[in-house]
């Protein structure tokens, strides 16, 4: 009866041995699956950190190049201004000169006609 008792003692005793690396294996794989949480947690806040700069890169660039596109647009419309100024001066000396031409033809006709009325 000792023997028997000893005998499932033993049993037992190597039954519990067994369960306690069992739950000791459990527990090391619990502890790696939380590491390895952890880590996917930084890495996803690390890449949450990239994109917002990223985006936060991106709309400064968007800033800058259309305050660029407004001060190109802004010197092409004063350039189209002044070339539109110049453009209404040439207009207005042109028709000033046709018009001391055409007050030169007049003058010359009259003259033509006088020096033929004279010569008659």
Do not use: C, P
């Amino acid at each position: 009866l000792a023997d028997a008792r000893a005998f499932q003692s033993e049993e037992a005793q190597k039954e519990a041995e067994a369960r306690a690396a069992e739950a000791e294996e459990g527990e090391e794989e619990a502890v790696t699956r939380a590491l390895a949480a952890e880590q996917a947690k930084e890495q996803a806040l690390l890449n949450e950190n990239a994109a917002q700069q990223a985006k936060e890169h991106i709309d400064q660039q968007l800033v800058s190049t259309a305050a660029s596109w407004h001060e190109h647009k802004l010197s092409a419309d004063e350039k189209h201004a002044e070339a539109r100024h110049q453009l209404l001066e040439s207009e207005s000396r042109a028709a000033a000169a046709l018009q001391e031409v055409a007050s030169l033809h007049q003058q010359l006709t009259e003259e033509q006609t006088r020096y033929a009325t004279e010569a008659q």
